[in-house]
């Protein structure tokens, strides 16, 4: 099984910026596309990004794309999430995941995942 632990998260103003980190462990880390998720309590996890297996195809949602941008390095078994301008609608605790099959598709539902991190809170004041 995946063990992912996110980190990198923090509070910042707001047209401000964090790297976050996910550290996978338990699996030939190369081999799966990792995606990053976003929840605020109460309200339903969203899927935020995704990147490939081979690193060159990644997914951003529209809400955040050109401000995101999902990366991996396989030596290190760890994808992050660059956030750029960030406003105060990004505040979250933030998720990251692994497929569920290796070089498969990364799946965009998180109803699909058993198993999460801890999650790493992002808090942006205005």
């Known amino acids: 099984q995946v063990q992912l632990v996110e980190s990198g998260g923090g509070l910042v103003q707001a047209g401000g910026s964090l790297r976050l980190s996910c550290a996978a462990s338990?699996?030939?880390?190369?081999?799966?596309?990792m995606g990053w998720f976003r929840q605020v309590p109460g309200k339903e996890r969203e899927f935020v990004a995704a990147?490939?297996?081979?690193?060159?195809?990644?997914y951003i949602v529209d809400s955040v794309k050109g401000r995101f941008t999902i990366s991996r390095d396989n030596a290190k078994n760890t994808v992050y999430l660059q956030m750029n301008k960030l406003t105060p609608e990004d505040t979250d605790v933030y998720y990251c995941?692994?497929?569920?099959?290796?070089?498969?598709?990364?799946?965009?539902?998180?109803?699909?995942?058993?198993?999460w991190g801890q999650g790493t809170q992002v808090t942006v004041s205005s």
């Open positions: 990147i490939s297996w081979r690193s060159g195809i990644t």
């Open positions: 995941n692994q497929a569920k099959k290796p070089y498969s598709y990364f799946d965009y539902d998180p109803k699909g995942y058993d198993y």
């Open positions: 338990g699996r030939t880390f190369s081999n799966y596309g």
